[in-house]
């Protein structure tokens, strides 16, 4: 079997190599980033399919970024990730070999008045929050193709809906971060400086639920051999943590021992956006590692790289 994955390099792609070599042993995995093709030209994307042959193709492939990055480019965000989207889509149709297409989206797709915890059915009963609007609506429509496609051309597709992602290779750069990632760049530099207190946006508010990026990679080949269904399927934990319990228990472990002040005037996002996880239980799936464990091992690798800036970090 060849298995193609665009977005390899990124954060959550260098998760999901291993994960699919381990339970593929001895199928061909074909690692793909920007390098390798422009995904916003329709003729890259056809001949990325004509060079590599792909029995399955996991599209990772896509613009992210945190809060702060969104709402000054939230044009950017929604033209690369819809145009990319929708070549991806239609060159693997015509393409007409591909056995399955796995296509993960952002939980920020969710209607910003979404309640929690927030299940499938609650995807097209609003608009996504303004701050990431147009990453996300542009996310969304993926699982309008994946009907769309399904229907048209028999193109058989898995989507899923990864929480708030952590872990290994996350993009730690400033202004850029997602919550977890920007928390600890921030406590390990300002330990570094001596720093006697550290800013936070927000007010701490917020609650959220986490998932580590390799239970969500351990999750894809479930999604390559079994599931087969145009329904997209929230990956998460499921449990719920304050951002202020977080940033407490990140200062606890990364030894700052400043203290804590809140930028009220920065924005929260949404003030509670925990995922209902009954569909991915119902399949026998769930996202073993616990929020303790997942940091530690993150921030054991942040330390490690930091440094040198070595295997990949994103600073």
């Known amino acids: 079997m060849r298995i193609a994955i665009t977005g390899a390099s990124g954060f959550l792609g260098r998760h ?15 690692a793909l ?8 030209e329709r003729a890259q994307v056809r001949q990325m399919f004509i060079d590599t042959q ?8 896509a613009y992210s970024g945190g809060i702060g990055i969104n709402r000054t480019k939230p044009a950017d965000f929604y033209f690369i990730n819809i145009i990319m989207q929708a070549l991806v889509f239609e060159e693997a149709a015509r393409y007409g070999k591909l056995k399955k297409l796995v296509y993960p989206m952002g939980g920020c797709s969710y209607p910003a008045t979404a309640a929690s915890p927030i299940d499938e059915g609650q995807m097209w009963q609003g608009y996504p929050q303004d701050e990431s609007a147009g990453y996300s609506a542009a996310k969304k429509m993926g699982i309008v193709a994946s009907r769309s496609y399904r229907t048209q051309h028999g193109l058989k597709t898995s989507v899923i809906i990864p929480g708030n992602m ?16 920007a928390f600890i760049r921030r406590y390990y530099e300002e330990k570094q400086a001596g720093a006697k207190a550290i800013v936070m946006w927000g007010t701490g508010a917020p609650q959220r639920d986490f998932v ?3 239970d969500v990679a351990a999750l894809i080949p479930y999604f390559i ?22 940033a407490d228990t990140l200062k606890s472990t990364m030894g700052f021992e400043g203290k804590i002040q809140w930028d009220t005037s920065k924005p929260d996002g949404q003030m509670v956006k925990i995922f209902d996880i009954t569909r ?13 464990e997942g940091l530690a ?13 070595t295997d990949g970090i994103r600073l």
Request: charged letters at 15%; proline letters at 5%.
């Open 16 to 30: 999901v190599l291993p994960a699919l070599a381990m339970h593929y042993r001895g199928a061909e995995i074909i």
């Open 33 to 40: 980033s920007s390098q390798n093709y422009n995904l916003l």
């Open 166 to 181: 952590y872990g290994e290779y996350d993009n730690f750069r400033h202004g850029e971060s997602h919550v977890v990632p």
């Open 280 to 292: 991915l239980k119902s399949l026998g799936l769930s996202c073993p590692t616990s929020l303790a």
């Open 297 to 309: 091992k993150t921030i054991s690798w942040f330390n490690t790289h930091y440094a040198n800036k």
């Open 225 to 246: 051999e079994e599931y087969d269904s145009v329904e997209p399927v929230n990956i998460s934990s499921g449990t719920a943590i304050r951002i202020i319990e977080l």
């Open 54 to 61: 792909p029995d399955v193709l996991v599209h990772l492939a």
């Open 212 to 214: 580590y990026a390799g």
